[in-house]
């Protein structure tokens, strides 16, 4: 699942690097953190910073219909 979620996150605009280790992933944006943050926490995903990364830090049990749902919020938040 941290592949698929790196890889679907690596070929999104506004994605200037994406690191981690598993489902602990960072995102760099090219829009500042806090609006993208914003913008997933009004859309029902919760999201942290770390710095001036995007924080990801789903449940390893996360179902992967829940995963696309949330990483399609993420994606919308970063154009």
Request: glycine fraction near 8%.
């Given at each position: ?14 994605v ?44 390893l ?19």
């Amino acid at each position: 699942k941290g592949e698929y979620i790196k890889n679907e996150l690596l070929s999104c605009e506004g994605v200037k690097s994406v690191t981690g280790l598993g489902l602990m992933i960072g995102v760099k944006t090219v829009k500042p953190v806090k609006e993208v943050i914003d913008y997933a926490i009004k859309n029902g995903v919760l999201v942290l910073t770390a710095k001036d990364k995007l924080r990801l830090l789903p449940p390893l049990n996360i179902d992967n219909e829940l995963l696309t749902k949330a990483l399609n919020v993420i994606k919308e938040a970063l154009k």
